[in-house]
């Protein structure tokens, strides 16, 4: 079953509090991200000098404090293969000495062992150089690895270290000689790299231009450690704006709309770096109404973000999250079309999983997922749901692994968990209830409109005023010739006009002057 080209555009919300980041897929919502413009947030890819607090030797790791309230974690595997030289060059870096010729000049030595004790390289108090690869989740503070690397479009760059690699995704082997042997051409001494799939075909020129600017963000984190006498932020990776751009833009982009000059001329000068040519699809937008609400984001937002999910045609899911697992119910609602069960459920089924692929990368949902599909008699129509949601997520940046459904209709989907998961709260307390469930009964509503009618006159002196009400309580007061409206013009000597509007809840009432204004 083949899978829709699909149109890519991302759209970018900048205001004081946080940018948020939506990338929309045929016009659909696929991904949302944010970045707080306040206060300090731990990012995957941060580089921080902590001092580690506390050995574990039961779990053959540490907790390291880098700033935060929850102390990071650092498990012995995640030292990396050369941390004797990291932790060298972290000892005897100060301001007197020349950094450059210490990093050159710091032997690599041998690679630690897979059995080795966490507590035969790290110490309390020890100041250590860790990069975040989790953020903090719940009770549990940010995951760490002592191996440091640095992401560009192209390139990873990897400090002490020699070895350099080539993806996987490029088949041709003349082309992942000549872009070993280049990259290794260029590398100074101490530093290896990983060559990514986004470097097939570019030129020379490209590559040393990006491996030197890797290495100049490196090298100007050093003044930092230096000079840091307790726990600090080295560099972060980049922003998420053009970490989102680095590692999504390809040739199906169409547009990137930002409604900010200056992270739209970031932006535009970031990829005429690393995709020259293709800086013209970036566009700022300075539209009157917001741009997330111009390109049907904020709509879009808050039909995607609840419990229940409608889909097509009266079908829903239900989501679930919880601190162990993710869990996803299949309904299949009101829909009934035709007279095969089974043909329904898998139609329902279909459905079902692309909306659950886009979930998956909108929510950021990470962990075991846990799908319970409609269940289906007919092995072929298993199969192909398995096959189908493996297709619709292969564009899943996340690892993950998509196991086949089980006898009782359960599909177990695992993945990467690098951050909480996203929730935003679109639902509103009740203006009349407030929250507690319960309104004034009935029997009353009259005087309260009543009471509210006299505060108004007595404190603004208006004579002449409208009142909008739900079209059955507007029924109520007008009824009959002595009716409750009659009654209360003669008593505060008054004109009032009723307006019913179906909008309105059954309590629910609004006043306003000869001149359209709120009262």
Request: charged content about 25%; cysteine-free; aromatic content about 14%.
């Given at each position: 079953m083949e899978i829709e080209k699909t149109e890519k555009d991302l759209v970018i919300d900048v205001s004081e509090e946080e940018v948020r980041i939506a990338l929309t897929e045929n016009h659909r919502l696929a991904e949302l991200n944010r970045e707080s413009s306040k206060g300090r947030s731990f990012s995957v890819g941060d580089v921080y000098l902590g001092k580690v607090k506390k050995i574990l030797p039961s779990l053959n790791a540490a907790f390291v404090d880098?700033?935060?309230?929850?102390?990071?974690?650092?498990?012995?595997?995640?030292?990396?293969?050369?941390?004797?030289?990291?932790?060298?060059?972290?000892?005897?870096?100060?301001?007197?000495?020349?950094?450059?010729?210490?990093?050159?000049?710091?032997?690599?030595?041998?690679?630690?062992?897979?059995?080795?004790?966490i507590e035969d390289y790290l110490k309390p108090g020890q100041m250590v150089m860790g990069q975040i690869v989790k953020e903090p989740i719940s009770t549990k503070g940010s995951r760490l690895t002592a191996e440091i690397s640095l992401a560009g479009r192209n390139i990873v760059l990897l400090p002490f270290a020699e070895k350099v690699s080539v993806s996987q995704k490029i088949s041709s082997k003349e082309e992942k000689k000549r872009l070993e042997t280049l990259v290794r051409s260029i590398l100074p001494k101490n530093y290896g790299a990983i060559i990514r799939t986004a470097a097939e075909g570019k030129t020379a020129a490209s590559l040393v231009a990006e491996v030197h600017s890797l290495i100049a963000k490196w090298e100007n984190s050093w003044s930092r450690l230096a000079r840091c006498k307790g726990t600090e932020l080295l560099f972060s990776e980049c922003s998420k704006t053009t970490a989102v751009v680095r590692d999504l833009l390809n040739d199906t982009f169409s547009n990137i709309y930002i409604n900010d000059e200056k992270i739209c001329d970031e932006v535009r000068s970031y990829i005429a770096m690393i995709s020259p040519g293709q800086e013209k699809i970036v566009k700022f937008y300075n539209g009157k109404e917001p741009v997330f609400d111009h390109f049907e984001i904020s709509r879009q937002i808050k039909s995607s973000f609840g419990k229940i999910i409608p889909m097509k045609q009266g079908a829903y899911l239900v989501i679930e999250t919880t601190e162990a697992l993710n869990v996803i119910d299949v309904n299949s609602g009101i829909r009934v079309k035709g007279s095969d069960q089974e043909v329904n459920s898998f139609e329902v089924n279909k459905i079902a999983a692309e909306e659950i692929a886009r979930q998956l990368r909108l929510r950021d949902m990470g962990g075991i997922v846990i799908v319970d599909f409609i269940d289906m008699d007919n092995s072929e129509h298993r199969n192909e749901l398995f096959k189908y949601m493996q297709e619709l997520m292969a564009n899943d940046r996340a690892k993950h692994n998509v196991l086949p459904l089980t006898k009782f209709g359960l599909m177990q989907i695992t993945r990467q968990r690098i951050r909480p998961v996203t929730q935003i709260n679109t639902t509103e307390k009740c203006p009349f209830c407030h929250g507690t469930g319960k309104i004034a009964s009935t029997i009353v509503a009259d005087e309260e409109i009543e009471r509210a009618l006299s505060d108004i006159i007595d404190s603004k002196g208006v004579k002449k005023l409208t009142v909008t009400l739900n079209p059955v309580m507007g029924a109520y007061l007008t009824r009959g010739w002595n009716s409750f409206i009659r009654k209360w013009q003669k008593k505060y000597k008054c004109r009032i006009k009723v307006n019913e509007s179906t909008d309105f809840s059954f309590l629910q009432c609004e006043f306003r002057n000869e001149k359209g204004e709120l009262l």
């Open positions: 880098i700033g935060d309230t929850k102390e990071a974690f650092i498990h012995y595997l995640d030292l990396g293969l050369y941390f004797t030289a990291f932790a060298t060059f972290v000892r005897e870096s100060n301001p007197n000495r020349r950094l450059g010729d210490l990093f050159s000049k710091i032997e690599l030595g041998p690679v630690l062992g897979k059995e080795g004790r």
